[in-house]
């Protein structure tokens, strides 16, 4: 299985970027997939994620209004839409894959793609 992120990139303050994120090797139908990020120096975040259906969001309290995740079920693709960026939003951002209604540790994960918002 494997989870292929992209898009990451620098942009200023203000700015808005799009990452995807492809899954591949196995069937994901009734996984949700989410993104999560981390700066240096903190904890892991919750992003936001959506359902296999594309029905159901949830977005960390940082981003909410600013950001949209969207699905491409049958692609297996996932985008987060990042508007109206921060520097406070430069982080490395990794998206999951889990099963509804387990933990996202027990999912998987693909490696991160760097975001980085200039003042």
């Known amino acids: 299985v494997q989870l292929q992120a992209s898009g990451g990139g620098l942009v200023q303050d203000g700015g808005s970027l799009r990452l995807s994120c492809a899954a591949s090797?196995?069937?994901?139908?009734?996984?949700?997939m989410g993104w999560f990020r981390q700066a240096p120096g903190k904890e892991r975040e919750f992003v936001g994620s959506?359902?296999?259906?594309?029905?159901?969001?949830a977005y960390g309290p940082s981003v909410k209004g600013r950001f949209t995740i969207l699905r491409d079920s049958p692609k297996n693709t996932v985008y987060l839409q990042m508007n109206s960026l921060k520097p406070e939003d430069t982080a490395l951002y990794y998206c999951?894959?889990?099963?509804?209604?387990?933990?996202?540790?027990?999912?998987?994960w693909g490696q991160g793609t760097q975001v980085t918002v200039s003042s």
């Open positions: 090797g196995r069937t994901f139908r009734r996984y949700k």
């Open positions: 959506i359902t296999w259906s594309g029905l159901s969001t």
């Open positions: 999951a894959a889990v099963e509804e209604g387990s933990n996202w540790d027990s999912g998987y």
